[in-house]
């Protein structure tokens, strides 16, 4: 059975970082495209990432983290990792990490994805 765990998420002050983690099983992470997203609520689920290793890894990023957020992989740990720097309240969110069956050449919608973790709250304050 496939299966996505995130964790990581909390409390950070604005300018911060955090480090969220999203651990697979029942797939190999380098089989699926990988995807972040986040979400408010009352507010539309926002892609932030989309990451592809068939061909070659290669990391896609929304302008509203560009440059802030890295997302890196451990094949050995079957996990992915939200890398998140300079942190503003704007990013409060929950935030869920999703895998799907194609390959990405930009941030893709959540229709792209057949696998979700269950979300792990972020939340930005002083």
């Known amino acids: 059975q496939l299966q996505l765990v995130e964790s990581g998420g909390g409390l950070v002050q604005p300018g911060g970082s955090l480090t969220l983690s999203c651990a697979v099983s029942?797939?190999?992470?380098?089989?699926?495209?990988i995807g972040w997203f986040r979400q408010v609520p009352g507010k539309e689920r926002e892609g932030i990432s989309c990451?592809?290793?068939?061909?070659?890894?290669?990391?896609f990023y929304a302008d509203s983290v560009k440059g802030r957020f890295t997302v890196l992989g451990d094949n050995a740990k079957n996990t992915t990792y939200l890398k998140m720097d300079n942190l503003t309240p704007e990013d409060t969110a929950v935030y869920y990490c999703?895998?799907?069956?194609?390959?990405?050449?930009?941030?893709?919608?959540?229709?792209?994805?057949?696998?979700w973790g269950q979300g792990t709250q972020v939340t930005i304050s002083s």
């Open positions: 999703a895998a799907g069956l194609f390959i990405c050449d930009e941030v893709l919608g959540g229709p792209w994805y057949d696998y």
């Open positions: 029942g797939f190999f992470l380098d089989y699926y495209t």
């Open positions: 990451t592809s290793s068939t061909g070659g890894s290669r990391t």
